[in-house]
């Protein structure tokens, strides 16, 4: 159970579970969604490597934090701009955001 | 006795978090209804917390709880109830993008798999020998002190993200009512 490969596996799993929902969604909400599930398979290598092999003890602790941060403001900028893109377009299909296209 | 009884205890009690994490990311990336995908986010982001706690660092559990399950969701949350008629226009994925997508994803799977399964991880040769200072005082001298930076950092980007939100929000109201 406690071994470095099993939290790997269950990270890899969540990151490409990310990835498809990224890949295939169209609502600009479900793929913010799968965004914060990329972020969080990331912080958890970071753990696991952190808690198994790394030197320095609070180094990945620390980088998840920041990550954590950055998932936070991420997620208030991203919403924002949805909810002005809703102004705009009246609906958040990323297919109907297409004004720049030339 | 005593002590195997408890080690079973808490593998079962790891898989099961397994178990919730995975399913809770599924039930974020399929459902078609935006709201079961939140709901399904928060599942899957309290699983990770409980992966936290098994890594053995109570402090960034709790923090994961915070700012993940406590603020983004509900801020998801919100935005779903401002934007209101997300029902209206469920649009159909043409099959093959689908399938591309599901294909991309399965490759990074298997690769990614292979790869740690194949790798011989090896601890660090500096690695301290014995309990890890996991606490919460160790994390506190070290951002204060060695990786200042990264407070300082992060702090900057929060503010700017707070002042970004809220011109991005508050300027499209603007222009376009």
Not at chain 1, 72 to 80: D, F, R, W
Not at chain 2, 101 to 128: I, Q
Not at chain 2, 137 to 147: F, V
């Amino acid at each position: 159970m406690n071994s470095l490969n099993t939290y790997l596996i269950i990270s890899a799993i969540l990151f490409s579970l990310g990835l498809l929902g990224i890949l295939q969604r169209r609502n600009l909400i479900g793929m913010l969604i799968s965004v914060e599930l990329l972020l969080n398979s990331a912080n958890l290598n970071f753990m696991a490597f952190n808690r198994f092999l790394a030197p320095d003890p609070a180094v990945g602790q620390i980088i998840a934090l920041f990550v954590m941060g950055l998932a936070a403001a991420e997620a208030a900028i991203g919403l924002s701009i949805i909810l002005a893109l809703f102004r705009q377009m009246h609906s958040i299909n990323i297919e109907r955001a297409q004004q720049l296209k030339g | 006795m005593e002590n195997s009884s408890l080690n079973i205890l808490s593998q079962m009690a790891f898989w099961v978090t397994v178990g919730f994490t995975i399913a809770g990311a599924i039930i974020a990336v399929f459902p078609r209804s935006i709201l079961y995908n939140v709901l399904g986010l928060a599942l899957a982001l309290s699983g990770i917390a409980g992966f936290y706690l098994f890594l053995g660092s109570f402090f960034i559990a709790m923090m994961q709880l915070l700012i993940y399950v406590g603020a983004i969701c509900i801020a998801i949350v919100f935005a779903i109830m401002l934007s209101r008629p997300l029902h209206l226009e469920v649009p159909q994925r043409a099959i093959p993008k689908v399938a591309l997508g599901a294909a991309a994803s399965a490759v990074f799977l298997v690769a990614v798999v292979s790869m740690v399964l194949k790798t011989d991880w090896l601890p660090s040769t500096e690695r301290a020998v014995g309990p890890l200072p996991w606490s919460i005082e160790t994390i506190g001298h070290m951002l204060l002190t060695r990786y200042e930076l990264v407070f300082e950092v992060i702090s900057l980007v929060l503010l700017v993200a707070i002042i970004g939100a809220v011109v991005t929000a508050g300027f499209s109201r603007r222009f376009t009512s």
